[in-house]
């Protein structure tokens, strides 16, 4: 199942600078594993946004909430899920 997610990071400008870096740091981690594995296989910034817009391939909402609860960034982050159906008229789904 397809998922369009974005992701609207707001860092507390107090928190600890380390603990921000290192935060940054698993969130990339975190999410190029994924990627690897074929279960994000887009990511975007959101240009002049601390955003991005994603696409997730999972098996269900579980999985998909399993994944996004797991961001190290969570805490941090408002997301906005869109569920993905194919388009009739969509060549590439024949
Ligand atoms: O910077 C972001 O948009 C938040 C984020 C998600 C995965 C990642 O590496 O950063």
Do not use: C
């Not at 928190?15 to 190029?32: G, M």
């Not at 887009?42 to 991005?52: F, L």
């Amino acid at each position: 199942m397809l998922f369009h997610v974005r992701m609207d990071v707001d860092i507390p400008r107090d928190l600890d600078p380390e603990v921000r870096a290192d935060t940054v740091a698993r969130e990339k981690a975190y999410s190029q594993d994924l990627q690897r594995a074929g279960t994000w296989p887009h990511i975007w910034r959101i240009v002049g946004e601390y955003s991005n817009y994603s696409i997730f391939d999972v098996t269900d909402n579980d999985e998909l909430h399993a994944l996004l609860s797991g961001l190290p960034l969570f805490p941090y982050m408002t997301i906005t899920v869109t569920p993905l159906a194919t388009h009739p008229s969509d060549i590439a789904a024949g």
